[in-house]
């Protein structure tokens, strides 16, 4: 098992940054690959970007391609996420979570976070 626990979450302007950290407990970080997540009040939870058991292949959703950049220290479980040119229709609590392979599919996912919010203001 794993637990994660994310932070970094915020209040920022539009066209502002902000990064992401996913602490994970345990000593089987390397053995997961991680996802983040994203879900807007009344919105279903979405994919943002996945990153690979080694870190070595990653995967984002295509309208943050360019922008966010995600990343893992498995010498530090931690897994990032950051953002750049945020926008306020991205606002939402972000997840990260853990699972066998890095898809962009949610119910591939074991463990989840229990989110950090980010508030883009206009």
């Known amino acids: 098992q794993v637990q994660l626990v994310e932070s970094g979450g915020g209040l920022v302007q539009a066209g502002g940054s902000l990064r992401l950290s996913c602490a994970a407990s345990?000593?089987?970080?390397?053995?997961?690959?991680m996802g983040w997540f994203r879900q807007a009040p009344g919105k279903e939870r979405e994919f943002v970007a996945a990153i690979s058991l080694s870190g070595t292949s990653t995967s984002y959703l295509d309208s943050v391609k360019g922008r966010f950049t995600i990343s893992r220290d498995n010498d530090k479980n931690t897994v990032y996420l950051q953002m750049t040119s945020l926008n306020p229709e991205e606002t939402a609590v972000y997840y990260c979570a853990a699972g066998r392979f890095a898809t962009q599919k949610r119910y591939d996912y074991n463990y989840w976070g229990q989110g950090t919010q980010v508030t883009v203001s206009s």
């Open positions: 345990g000593r089987t970080f390397r053995s997961y690959a």
